[in-house]
DNA sequence: GTTTCTTTGTACGGTTTCGGACTGAGGCGG
DNA sequence: CCGCCTCAGTCCGAAACCGTACAAAGAAAC
């Protein structure tokens, strides 16, 4: 099913071959479009993904005033409450950028993590990572402007999403980054001005990551 | 050492006698003074503490420009990281409101974790509700004004500080909150003129939780 | 080509917060 | 009692954002 060569989800490539052998008969191929809904929060989170392509977002008080924790690419995988012990979820997660990726059930998770050691160390790393990039967002929510909160989201999205087209509203920024959509569009402007990104309707082109990170403030930290 | 009649500490108290039993004759009691520091970013971690009473604040960006991710009292740990396989501190922590703890030596976790599977499991979750809290923090730093994110700040410290009064100056709320001191200094006469608090030299004392809890515009959810 | 819908740009007044400076008030030691 | 130091209160102009509304531009449908 999953064959290791073709595996870009960093967690599983990252497996022994015996734990990735544990988890292969389980985990199921699964097309992710715009939009997927892959946790509900309150809901019973019934499984698990890891994404080989596209990304996920985590988003609190989506049934009131919708705002971004976090985002989930093929660097990581959703669902780490269940690794916590939790059975519900906190936020919804959807797909933010369509995709592919890895499903597996939540007895199948239990059961492989209880049988290897180091699987289970695998994806507890996982949380750590999250909860550095969670602890990034509150400093950047807590003291950064607009557009360098957008350049630090850009540049996850684009280390996240393959090629530099990142297919956006400003609606959309606006909501994850939970503020005004105008304030967004000035954002833009002001980064295309800086010749970090070119405009298009419903997509932003990042022509110059070195800008961008410079116009992100320090806010940004890449992946591991 | 430890005696299970005596300890306040959420996690220690929750345990299994035979968890405990495990855990006991490695924990150190200690003296928490203000200031004193728990963890430091970037260093090693060698051991992680539990505490009695007391407040610690869990900070960011410490060397530069300083600002709270998130805090922990009797209802948790520090030195999570370590449970997830990290071997150093990504932020600095320290006392907040003096206190007492127990110390429990790297080494030792590590070989307790690895001998409980339910052990691990009671510390796991720990985790999962310190990452329950900074996704709160991302929230209230990205939409909340700082009346509402002090009157939040407030509520949890008064849940974890004995008493009803939080020995705090306004240059220290200011840099957890990551705001300007006078913009703290007006918050709070807009929280004391809201009859939730009083204010005195160098404290601040809650008369009233439930006004606080409604200046904190939804910001607050409590402990569990 | 015209209509319709979505997306983007702009404008306006008002609020919040900033950075900085300065004054006053409380507490402590000499 | 006096001086000193910390902490708290206030004020200033400037910047960042807000909520809202409306117009222009693109894309898609008819």
Redesign the interface.
Known sequence: MAETASLRNHVLKNLTTADLRLLEPHLEPVKLPLRKVLERAGKLNKAVYFLEDGMASVV??AAT?P?E?GVIGREGMTG??L????ARS??DIYMQAPGHGHCLREAQLRLAV?QS?TLR?SL??C??V???Q??????A???SKIEERLARWLLMADDRIDGDELPLTHEFLAMM??VRRPGVTEAIQTLERGGAIVRKRGSIIVVDRNRLKKLSNGTYFPIN
Chains 1, 2 share one sequence.
């Open positions: 609190a008080d005033r705002i924790v780490l409450p690794l916590l012990g939790a906190d936020s209880s050691d160390a507890l790393c949380v750590h999250f909860l550095q969670t602890t990034r967002t509150v400093v929510n807590g003291r980054l939970g």
